[in-house]
């Protein structure tokens, strides 16, 4: 049945969320804080002319990252698009892999080679980092086929843009989903604007775009990523569904990016104004709004906050550091890091069957 879930409780009061305890919502916050101290310090080393290729930022995104990770257990799954570097933290990526793959050195987390956009790492079930809009999409359904396939009780969880939800690859996975009872779970990060066209531009849609779901017979749900309750709880419910019905979920999530579209976006303030970015800035910022609940909560105090602010940026500059002490991967590697499995020569590579049984 196709259906908005609702949530009768607030969100703070979601099961879910009352279990957390206070050590967890500091973590929540910690991630969220790292991954900006990264990304601000990413950009001053991109500026400086020490990273090539793209760098899209995450920036005013941290809550919907770092609270649906939260939630993942041993058999969840993730995958993304290019802006991807939130995600990569917060399923536990280190610092230094992730900033060393943005200089292109051979201590990143793809061997330098993949930089920006091209974040892995299948041990911490995190299947990357795409660059082609919606291609991860088809990808995140095989996730969940393998999932089904194996008897697993997981989800697959398909991160995308407002932009991507036009592509026919998106569309033809929501119907073999749909067919296939998968368990996978679209999370679209609806951020306002697809490069520099604002999503009523670019999409044809009537309340919202998870709405579209509904055509094809799959739950669907939207809600503000600014709290991360908010995040926690509406995600929750639909990896429960993966979890006990094996069925998808399309859930929109509405955010928004700070910068650019990417570092090199020289018109982010001709397609919105100066003060739609200050607004979110100022009333809108994820992290600002869980600092207020956590002090209002009196989980910790200011001293706490700032102690985990300055611990994220020492780390953050730290990894730079690393970074730029690393070497560049040797000439003669070139054709390695391409397939993982052709260079692990694992029987599953080699015969091509990966997620499935002999
Ligand atoms: C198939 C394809 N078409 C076009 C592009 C160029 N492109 C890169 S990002 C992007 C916008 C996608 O916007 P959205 O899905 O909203 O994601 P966001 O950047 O906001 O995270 C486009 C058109 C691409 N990478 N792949
Ligand atoms: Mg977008």
Redesign the pocket.
Known sequence: MAKKSASSESAADAAINRSLTPDDKIKLYREMVRIRRFEQVSLQHYQAGRMGGFL?LYIGQESVATGVVSLMGENDHIIT???DHGHALAVGMTMNECMAELFGKGTGCSRGKGGSMHYFAPDKNYWGGH?????QTPLGLGLAYGLKYRGLKGAALAF??????N?GAYHESLNIAELFDLPVIYVI?N?G???GTSQARSSAFGNSLAERAAGYGIAWDTFSGEDIYEVRAHTHAAIERAHTECRPTVLEVKTY?WEG?SVADANKLKYRTKEEVELHQREHDPIQRWKRVLLDEGVCDEAELKKIDKAAQQEAEESAEFAKASAYPAPETIFEDVYWEVDQMTTAGLTGRHFFND
């Open positions: 899209h698009a290019y802006r660059g082609i809009v919606a291609g995308l843009g407002d932009g991507a939800v592509q990060e951020n604007y697809s490069m990016r579209h």
